[in-house]
Each structure stands twice: as structure tokens, then as C-alpha cells.
């Protein structure tokens, strides 16, 4: 059974910074690309940042470009995304996916696997 779950959300001041991580289990991790998204409310699930099975690879979204470092231990089958500067505009459920084949890509759809999801909140 495949399971990802994310922590490591919560409520944060803008400018401040948070780091959610994601535990995987079910899958052999090293072979599966792992993204971040995040779902505000009323709007649709929008790409942040994804990372090639190797760490040799990782994209992000413009709007997190030089804010958001995504990163993997593939012994410890995690997943993280450090969130520096952060803005109001951040504010959403953040989840953690992974997709079966190692490379890197920013689209929803080729994703195999999604966790629950971790709020974040950025307060003015």
C-alpha cells in the first residue's frame, strides 16, 4: 500500500519560513520523481516544485523560484521542501506527489501518487 504523508505545516508570519517534509512508503522511492503542489482555496492545484528521482534534477514554479528548495534522502524516503520568504500569497494545502517514472514534470496528471495534504498559512 502506497502511502505519502506530509508535515510540517502551520501558521507563519510572512517572512518567515517553514520546511514541510513528506515520508513515502509502498513504493521504491529511488525510481519515482517526487513534486510539491499546493491547492488554495477556490482555486486549482497548482505546481511548486519537483525533483528527479537522483536529485540531479529539480523545476520550480516562477512563483517560488529562489524562495523554495526541494531536496530528497532517498534512504530515509523523504521528500522536503524548505520555504524561505515566505507571503500570504503561500497560503494553501501543500501535497506531496510521486510519479513512477524518475524524470521531473510539472503537471498534475503524470503523477501516480498523492498524500493528504499540509496546510500552510502565511499571516500579514
Known amino acids: 500500500q502506497v502511502q505519502l504523508v506530509e508535515s510540517g505545516g502551520g501558521l507563519v508570519q510572512a517572512g518567515g519560513s517553514l520546511r514541510l517534509s513528506c515520508a513515502a512508503s509502498?513504493?521504491?522511492?529511488?525510481?519515482?520523481?517526487m513534486g510539491w503542489f499546493r491547492q488554495a482555496p477556490g482555486k486549482e492545484r497548482d505546481f511548486v516544485a519537483a525533483?528527479?528521482?537522483?536529485?540531479?534534477?529539480?523545476v520550480y514554479a516562477d512563483s517560488v523560484k529562489g524562495r523554495f528548495t526541494i531536496s530528497r534522502d532517498n534512504a530515509k524516503k523523504m521528500v522536503y521542501l524548505h520555504m524561505n520568504t515566505l507571503k500570504p500569497e503561500d497560503t494553501a494545502v501543500y501535497y506531496c506527489?510521486?510519479?513512477?517514472?524518475?524524470?521531473?514534470?510539472?503537471?498534475?496528471?503524470?503523477?501516480?501518487?498523492w498524500g493528504q495534504g499540509t496546510q500552510v498559512t502565511v499571516s500579514s
Open positions: 506527489a510521486a510519479r513512477r517514472f524518475g524524470t521531473v514534470q510539472t503537471g498534475a496528471g503524470t503523477y501516480d501518487y
Open positions: 509502498g513504493i521504491t522511492f529511488s525510481t519515482y520523481a
Open positions: 525533483i528527479g528521482r537522483s536529485a540531479g534534477s529539480t
